[in-house]
């Protein structure tokens, strides 16, 4: 992996007795956009920081281009940071700020001029080169730092959740912008974020990190498609679970109707990463509420394809987010959230029809009864 | 009717503050301008400039006390700035409790009764040949003025968001260029409010300069001290005043300057 622009192998940070990243191992080639996605806590921060050098690191390696970085002070990484907090100094103009990086590594005045006015041209801020830092919007202030960054055409960028304080409307603007910059400038980039939409629409890869372990790695179809732990599936957006009970049935499995749920048998090849087909006994099954239709219960498989596994349940709630109707629906002793397109009302015995393909199968821990 | 009526007390207790604050300044107005004022007459008998022109023609005690003091009060604030910048970078940067405890430690020299301090002090400092040198004084000023220069700034280092820092330093500045580029201009302020803070407390500081300075070093609230004990109370009036002089300007000055997330952040 030598040829990795950044290698992370076996990372172990510590914040005083607590190890908060644990054996982190990761390679991103040249050009690819990661993004780094967990909840708040998680270690994707501290993972960020320690590639930067803000953090030291316990145990393990980071290799740029095959250099060897773990001690190397932050100033000689070769990277450059946007923070969440954007960090723009308040003593300096717009100007002063892009080309800082440039003064520090002694490059001729007209050059830097050169530069600055070509960074402030395609972050679309021209004429805002003598403005100070506080007389800009949020949405300025943020390309600034993204330009403050650019300008030293770093080897990697390192992107610390810097669209959070941006209004949610620009927020959808600024993610394209940003992935097509990248793109156009090929830069390797490490976006840290909490928010899977962003992650998703943003990176090639994404590293789903939990209780500072990597949880998953992949294209954001197949984190999304594909999880390989509850923990993935529900962070994904496959909230609801259910407990269910399986045995082996010819090349695969056979889902065991239950007092709330019909009967299904399920290929080998429709089983997802998270289950072997030769699996016997309780499992929890995730899905999410907009692969779900909704249907009546006129006796479980007649109104419903083979393939469909079916819930039957009664709504609990109702609202209306725009689109499709979002239902609370009532399942034994559980609800799920599930959208459908028709209108339906509180009270009414509803089917909840979930195809083969919307269900990620996992062992039930033994710890949680019903995921 | 009588609307004015319960604005009464307010303007009685109003006025009972101005002549507290006022009274003892208008007192100290009244003596620079006194040419003749003897008891039992409440008001001066006769007005004029005479010791005015006394204090300040060239080579007066008043004009030479003028320049010792304002050299001691510019050396003791170099001494100041150049321990309490690194020390309160370092404060700043700190975990707390252990700042806590080292910021104690400048309140020390404070806590215990000054003249015993001094005298002491004094002692030592005749040892060492120390005694009646404008640098005696400056040391002695200089420990008293630590606390304040220590305290504000480390409260302006603290309010440096360390993201600031680490920007810089990402980017390619080594500690110490990003130190002077980015972390000084922007504690400036509070270490400009600190030095001004210093430079008052010399200025006017009596206790510590009375046992190491005299009689060889004459600062200005010495030559007060000496006036006043010898009846030229016109004298002692007019060095008041020029003494109040910087005071308040500088505190306009500091006032403008001190920003509110850098005083929320003194001594804690």
Redesign the interface.
């Known amino acids: 992996m030598a040829s990795a622009a950044l290698d992370v192998v076996e990372l172990e940070v510590s914040y005083g007795p607590v190890r908060v990243l644990k054996q982190v191992s990761l390679a991103v080639a040249a050009g690819e956009f990661v993004a780094l996605l967990g909840s708040s806590g998680c270690g994707k921060t501290t993972l960020l920081r320690a590639i930067s050098g803000f953090v030291s690191v316990a145990a393990g390696r980071i290799g740029v281009s095959g250099r060897d970085i773990t001690h190397l002070p932050p100033d000689k990484r070769g990277m450059a940071m946007v923070f969440q907090s954007y960090a723009l100094w308040p003593h300096m103009t717009t100007a002063q700020i892009i080309g800082y990086g440039l003064r520090l590594r002694k490059v001729p005045k007209p050059e830097i001029a050169e530069r600055v006015r070509a960074i402030l041209a395609m972050l679309k801020l021209e004429g805002l080169g003598e403005r100070m830092v506080t007389q800009l919007s949020g949405g300025q202030r943020q390309r600034v730092a993204l330009g403050r960054a650019l300008a030293i055409n770093p080897e990697i960028l390192l992107l610390d959740e810097p669209l959070s304080n941006l209004d949610a409307r620009i927020r959808e603007e600024v993610r394209h912008e940003i992935k097509a910059l990248q793109h156009k400038l090929g830069i390797t980039t490490i976006h840290v974020t909490h928010d899977r939409e962003e992650a998703m629409v943003m990176a090639d890869r994404i590293v789903i990190l939990d209780a500072g372990q990597i949880a998953q790695v992949g294209a954001p179809e197949e984190v999304y498609n594909r999880p390989t732990s509850t923990f993935v599936a529900a962070f994904m957006g496959a909230g609801n679970a259910i407990a269910l009970d399986v045995r082996p049935a010819g090349n695969g499995l056979a889902i065991a109707a239950g007092a709330h749920n019909s009967a299904l048998g399920i290929a080998a090849s429709d089983l997802g990463p998270g289950l072997d087909a030769g699996h016997s006994g309780p499992v929890v099954a995730h899905f999410r509420g907009e692969a779900a239709r909704l249907g009546p219960v006129d006796g479980p498989g007649q109104a419903w394809p083979s393939d469909h596994l079916v819930l039957t349940g009664r709504i609990v709630q109702a609202s209306y987010p725009g689109g499709h109707y979002r239902y609370a629906v009532a399942v034994g002793d559980r609800q799920f959230m599930v959208d459908d397109a028709q209108r339906l009302s509180v009270g009414d015995a509803v089917g909840i029809g979930l195809p083969v393909h919307a269900l990620h199968l996992f062992p039930a821990d033994p710890q949680k009864p019903g995921g | 009717m009588r609307a004015w009526l319960p604005w009464l007390p307010r303007a009685i207790v109003l006025g009972l503050f101005a002549f507290i604050i006022f009274g003892p300044l208008m007192n100290l107005v009244l003596w620079a301008f006194a040419e003749q004022w003897y008891f039992p007459h409440k008001l001066p008998l006769a007005y004029g400039l005479k010791f005015w022109n006394q204090v300040f023609k060239p080579r007066s005690d008043a004009i030479g006390s003028l320049v010792t003091s304002i050299w001691i009060a510019l050396f003791t604030v170099g001494a100041c700035l150049a321990l309490a910048i690194p020390a309160g970078y370092a404060l700043a940067r700190l975990s707390l409790p252990w700042r806590a405890a080292i910021m104690l430690a400048f309140l020390l020299p404070q806590a215990f009764p000054s003249l015993a301090v001094y005298i002491n002090v004094a002692r030592i400092f005749y040892m060492f040949g120390l005694n009646g040198t404008i640098t005696g004084v400056v040391l002695v000023h200089t420990v008293h003025g630590l606390v304040f220069a220590v305290w504000i700034t480390t409260a302006a280092f603290a309010a440096v968001?360390r993201?600031?820092e680490?920007?810089?330093?990402?980017?390619?500045?080594?500690?110490l260029?990003t130190f002077f580029?980015?972390t000084l201009?922007?504690a400036a302020p509070g270490i400009m409010a600190s030095a001004i803070f210093v430079f008052l407390e010399s200025l006017d500081e009596f206790t510590g300069t009375f046992f190491v300075g005299v009689p060889d070093v004459t600062t200005l609230p010495l030559l007060m001290f000496t006036a006043s004990l010898a009846g030229n109370y016109q004298i002692a009036a007019i060095t008041a005043l020029i003494l109040l002089v910087p005071s308040v300007g500088f505190m306009l000055f500091v006032e403008r300057f001190l920003k509110a997330d850098v005083m929320a952040k003194v001594g804690a």
């Open positions: 968001d993201d600031l680490l920007a810089a330093r990402n980017i390619g500045a080594s500690g260029v580029t980015v201009p922007l």
